[in-house]
């Protein structure tokens, strides 16, 4: 019986809950914890930032979030308007940091996915910018996995 739940744990361990992120001509692949709320396009604040990649600042549940656009900090041209454009809320995972979230504008809503390691194939992909780590196939869907620390580092230098 415990061999059973052995088994059933290393199973549980080795399964990541993703989310596939549409983007203007690519799609991310982030872990689902990454991602603390998808949200509906909305009204930016101003902020002033620099850099043509931070939007503006949401104001995300009384708390003012930094929104950047993920193609123009990649090197990659904007994406037109979109009515279906979203943002995603993303945990900052730099421990103690003063921007405890970020937001990126996505294109869509993103798809949840449960995966295995195994279902992630390494690929080679043509313009694959500085933010995008590795490129990746799953289930017929080739997707980038974003360099978030490097992202995270953008936003806190910038604002």
């Not at 043509?52 to 037109?80: F, H, K, M």
């Not at 279902?119 to 500085?130: C, E, F, R």
Request: with cysteine; aromatic share 4%.
């Amino acid at each position: 019986m415990s061999e059973v739940s052995v088994t059933t744990q290393e199973e549980k361990t080795s399964e990541l809950d993703c989310l596939l992120v549409p983007l203007k001509d690519r799609n991310l692949i982030m872990p689902n914890v990454t991602v603390a709320e998808v949200i509906p396009f909305s009204h930016l604040l101003t902020t002033n930032a620099s850099t043509e990649w931070v939007l503006g600042r949401l104001d995300w549940r009384g708390t003012l979030v930094p929104a950047i656009c993920y193609e123009i900090l990649n090197g990659q041209p904007s994406p037109a308007p979109n009515p279906d454009a979203r943002f995603i809320i993303v945990n900052n995972g730099s421990q103690g940091s003063p921007i405890p979230f970020y937001a990126i504008l996505v294109q869509g809503i993103p798809r949840l996915m449960h995966l295995q390691e195994t279902d992630l194939q390494q690929v080679d992909a043509m313009g694959m910018g500085p933010l995008d780590k590795v490129a990746v196939n799953m289930e017929g869907v080739t997707a980038m996995i974003p360099d978030l620390e490097t992202i995270e580092c953008h936003v806190q230098v910038t604002l």
